[in-house]
Each structure stands twice: as C-alpha cells, then as structure tokens.
Nanobody, 125 residues
C-alpha cells in the first residue's frame, strides 16, 4: 500500500510560479510511475505529467510542456511538480497518483492504483 499527500497549492498571479510536492509513504518499486493530474470544476480529470521512479523517463501533456517540470527525490520519497508561467487556465485541483505496474498508458487515470487528496491551485489574471 502507498499513501500520497500533496502540498504546495495556493493562489498565484498569472505568469508566476508554484511548486507542488507529493510525499509518498509505503514501499515503492523500481517499476512504479508517478503522475500528476488536474481537474477543474465541470471538466474531466486531465493528465499533466508522469515520471518513472528512477527519474529517467518523464512525460508531459502538450498543454504544460515547456512550462512544467516533474522531478523526484528518492531520499525523501517525494515527487515534485514545478510550475512556471502559470495561466488562469491552469486553475484546478491537482492530484498526485501512483501506478505500481508502470503502464505505458500513463495518461490514463484508470491505470493508477493510489491517489492523494488533491491540492488547489488558483491562477488569477
């Protein structure tokens, strides 16, 4: 079992930056993938980024590519999402998720086994 806790959300002006953290507890393996998803009111949950536990492989949604960076700190069992040049359309609840099977369908939320509670990110114009 893996437990995930997100933090770092808040209110930021358009063009600003914010870093989200996802602290993982429990045993993780080398085949794990960690993902970030987001969901705005009235919209479906959307894939944002994913990273292999080794940190060698990363994936990004086209909407955030070049602005967001996903990384991990193995010693702290923590995954980060560094967000820069934020836009009002980035406003959403951001969720951290873990896929223990390392599925190649990393953009599909159904492939993930564990989820955090979410953290609110609000970008004002």
């Amino acid at each position: 079992q893996v437990q995930l806790v997100e933090s770092g959300g808040g209110l930021v002006q358009a063009g600003g930056s914010l870093r989200l953290s996802c602290a993982a507890s429990g045993r993780t393996g080398s085949n794990y993938f960690m993902g970030w998803f987001r969901q705005a009111p009235g919209k479906e949950r959307e894939f944002v980024a994913a990273i292999s536990w080794s940190g060698v492989i990363t994936y990004y949604a086209d909407s955030v590519k070049g602005r967001f960076t996903i990384s991990r700190d193995s010693a702290k069992n923590t995954v980060y999402l560094q967000m820069s040049n934020l836009k009002p359309e980035d406003t959403a609840v951001y969720y951290c998720a873990a896929d223990r099977d390392g599925s190649r369908r990393y953009e599909d939320s159904h492939e993930y086994n564990y989820w955090g509670q979410g953290t609110q990110v609000t970008v004002s114009s």
